[in-house]
T-cell receptor
Framework: DAKTTQPPSMDCAEGRAANLPCNHS???????VYWYRQIHSQGPQYIIH???NNETNEMASLIITEDRKSSTLILPHATLRDTAVYYC????????????FGTGTQLKVEL | EAGVTQFPSHSVIEKGQTVTLRCDPI?????LYWYRRVMGKEIKFLLH????????ESGMPNNRFLAERTGGTYSTLKVQPAELEDSGVYFC??????????????FGAGTRLSVL
């Protein structure tokens, strides 16, 4: 799986959009970008994933650059409950592939 | 629908003792994974079951760790004998099979293992 690079930490004011970047310059054509997060003392939680088109669901939006070498996870209206470590993971889809977690970005949402 | 459940939530044992962790995946999920995070490190993959078969056990640290999934339902991870460096949080995850499943893994809350 391709390696990803994320900033170690970010702060965001409550109610504002949180934009979390991820670099994956060695991504291959059949690898997807997955985002998970881990809220303190809980297990990792799936957020969203995409291949090359932008994706949106009830939790977040995922913007993938045209060359696919980077992406941004957007939490449109961050709340205190969004404080967590966010992981950008590049992997093949299909049944059974393991997740390779890096160090992620610690997002702190403040009043 | 129940999520992935893990038991116990916390276990404290002495070095040399045996501990067994249990994971109940989401009903109907053929894929079951074990991960762990030891102190200060990243979450690391341990192994992957497809039903009752071990698909990938490349992350298992050594032969003190034994994972089973008899009958393809719940799984156990036994550590025998436990060492100090085994302390950490052990996560279990499950996923469905098939294209619609999109290989989304659903995680349990983890078992915090403390070896003294």
């Amino acid at each position: 799986d391709a390696k990803t690079t994320q900033p170690p930490s970010m702060d965001c004011a409550e109610g504002r959009a949180a934009n979390l970047p991820c670099n994956h310059s060695t991504i291959s054509g059949n690898e997807y970008v997955y985002w998970y997060r881990q809220i303190h003392s809980q297990g990792p939680q799936y957020i969203i994933h995409g291949l090359k088109n932008n994706e949106t669901n009830e939790m977040a939006s995922l913007i993938i650059t045209e060359d696919r070498k980077s992406s941004t996870l957007i939490l449109p209206h961050a709340t205190l409950r969004d404080t967590a470590v966010y992981y950008c993971i590049v992997k093949l889809t299909g049944g059974g592939n393991k997740l390779t977690f890096g160090t992620g970005t610690q997002l702190k949402v403040e009043l | 629908e129940a999520g992935v459940t893990q038991f116990p939530s916390h276990s404290v044992i002495e070095k040399g003792q045996t501990v067994t962790l249990r994971c109940d995946p989401i009903s109907g999920h053929d894929n079951l994974y074990w991960y762990r995070r030891v102190m200060g490190k990243e979450i690391k993959f341990l192994l992957h079951f497809v039903k009752e078969s071990k698909q990938d056990e490349s992350g298992m640290p050594n032969n003190r760790f034994l994972a089973e999934r008899t009958g393809g339902t719940y799984s156990t991870l036994k550590v025998q004998p436990a060492e100090l460096e085994d302390s950490g949080v052990y996560f279990c995850a499950s996923s469905a099979t098939g294209k619609k499943a999109k290989n989304i893994q659903y995680f349990g809350a983890g078992t915090r293992l403390s070896v003294l």
